[in-house]
């Protein structure tokens, strides 16, 4: 799976648009971008995935750009709840391969 | 629909006892990981499962560590003579078959064990 790196940590006040930035510049044609996000100690928790197209579901929205070779998470109004480590991921959709967890991004919603 | 159910959610021994860790998949899910965190640290991949498979173990230490998902009942990490350094917590994660719609992996809360 390919590598990607993602900022260590970043703030963002209550109320506004978390943009979450993720480069994935070794993404292969079948490489979807998963992210998912871990609260404090608890279970990672699935949010979005995309392959080319923006995608948006009721958590947020992926934009990825046009090479494929980076991405942003929107969180369009941030709330203390986001506050969480989160995971850019990329891997093969056709299959049920394992996840590669990085480091991930520190998110830390600013009252 | 109930996710992913692990128990117990917290689990202490002893070095040199056994430990063994249990996860439900969610409904309709055939595919089982099991995934490690140590303490502040990342989360890292040790076995993929499928019904009466081990898919992939890449992840699994060498000795002491094993995990199956039998035909009937949960999947079972289990860990034999605990050291220390195995005090982590271990995540379960569930995606459904390979036609489905979808393959994400959703996850359970955790089992945390120490080892004391």
């Known amino acids: 799976d390919a590598k990607t790196t993602q900022p260590t940590s970043m703030d963002c006040a209550e109320g506004r648009a978390a943009n979450l930035p993720c480069n994935h510049s070794t993404i292969s044609g079948n490489e979807y971008v998963y992210w998912y996000r871990q609260i404090h100690s608890q279970g990672p928790q699935y949010i979005i995935h995309g392959l080319k197209n923006n995608e948006t579901n009721e958590m947020a929205s992926l934009i990825i750009t046009e090479d494929r070779k980076s991405s942003t998470l929107i969180l369009p109004h941030a709330t203390l709840r986001d506050t969480a480590v989160y995971y850019c991921i990329v891997r093969s959709y056709f299959g049920n391969e394992k996840l590669t967890f990085g480091t991930g991004t520190r998110l830390t919603i600013i009252p | 629909n109930a996710g992913v159910m692990q128990n117990p959610r917290h689990l202490v021994r002893r070095r040199g006892q056994e430990a063994r860790l249990r996860c439900s998949p969610m409904?309709?899910?055939?595919?089982v990981y099991w995934y490690r965190q140590l303490p502040e640290e990342g989360l890292k991949f040790m076995v993929y499962?499928?019904?009466?498979?081990?898919?992939?173990e890449s992840g699994m230490p060498k000795e002491r560590f094993s995990a199956e998902f039998p035909k009937e009942g949960p999947s079972i990490l289990r860990i034999q003579q605990v050291v220390r350094g195995d005090s982590a917590a271990y995540f379960c994660?569930?995606?459904?078959?390979?036609?489905?719609?979808?393959?994400?992996?959703?996850f359970g809360p955790g089992t945390r064990l120490t080892v004391l």
């Open positions: 409904k309709g899910h055939s595919h």
């Open positions: 499962l499928q019904k009466e498979n081990i898919i992939d």
């Open positions: 994660a569930s995606s459904p078959p390979r036609w489905a719609s979808y393959n994400e992996q959703f």
